[in-house]
């Protein structure tokens, strides 16, 4: 197994749980093999336990990584979702049984070999950017199959598919990734960021293997740091919350925070 920077201990990525029609909608993550976990951050399942009444909108906020996702019960419609710098809104129908699987910032290009700029902010069939991995969720999975059977197959998989592949990282990328990363966000690029880059050169590495510039993946880092936080009532209504995250002032924070998740923040955390 190929050695591969530990972005997993560097950074969590969030999506929040399910709100609407919540009892009858569900969403999980589960953890792939250890042997996987520096490339893939999790499975997840998003499914109704029964009919809705009505379709459903499912929001998905920014959090810098790239995505394969299926129906289930028509698994040959399958389809990647690249790097987005605001929130999407997907309309679903009143039944669904969606499994994905969520790769770490960088992963999905060093595998597939592909330029993830070609996928950001929007979703494409999987066929185009990774077509070996598109027959094999094709052929491998049916409706009302088991997550424990769906995590043993994409695990069989994906431990071969990673075996296979030569793994190659600049170790100047990496450097700039770990920094941001360990500075959540934090950071002036231009100032701050020391890894032997030109500008040019940083922003082209990183529109090959996350999808958008050094600054735009720092500003969902900074977001997605907050999420995790789930900030108190108080320090929502305390200019600190914002200054301590790099933000001018409270409108930048809530601006800023409504485009990457659709609301502003207090709805987002039920105040």
């Known amino acids: 197994m190929h050695k591969v920077p530990d972005i997993r201990g560097l950074y969590v990525p969030v999506q929040p749980t399910v709100k609407q029609s919540a009892e009858r909608v569900t969403y999980q993550e589960f953890l792939p093999d250890r042997a996987l976990q520096g490339f893939i951050y999790c499975y997840w399942q998003l499914r109704t336990t029964e009919p809705l009444d009505e379709p459903f909108i499912y929001r998905v906020v920014a959090d810098g990584c790239i995505d394969i996702f299926f129906e289930l019960n028509n698994p040959s419609e399958n389809f990647v979702m690249g790097f987005c710098k605001r929130y999407n809104e997907f309309p679903l129908e009143n039944r669904f049984d969606y499994v994905g699987v969520r790769f770490l910032p960088a992963m999905f290009p060093q595998l597939f070999r592909i330029n993830a700029s070609e996928l950001s902010n929007r979703f494409e069939s999987l066929d185009v950017a990774a077509p070996g991995t598109a027959r094999f969720i094709t052929s491998a999975f049916e409706a009302d199959l088991p997550m424990a059977e769906i995590k043993s197959r994409l695990d069989t998989f994906f431990l071969h598919f990673v075996a296979r592949t030569e793994v190659t990282y600049d170790a100047r990328f990496y ?97």
Do not use: M, W
Request: net charge positive; proline share 3%; glycine share 8%.
């Open 175 to 271: 450097g700039a990734l770990a920094t941001i990363l360990q500075n959540y966000g934090v950071l002036n690029v231009e100032k701050d960021l020391d890894a032997g880059l030109s500008p040019r050169q940083l922003r082209r590495l990183f529109e090959y293997y996350v999808g958008d510039s050094a600054k735009t993946f720092c500003q969902v880092v900074r977001f997605q740091n907050i999420l995790r936080a789930k900030p108190s009532q108080q320090s929502l209504r305390e200019s600190k919350l914002f200054y301590d995250n790099g933000y001018y002032d409270q409108a930048h924070f809530i601006k800023e925070f409504r485009n990457f998740y659709g609301v502003t923040p207090g709805k987002a955390f039920g105040r």
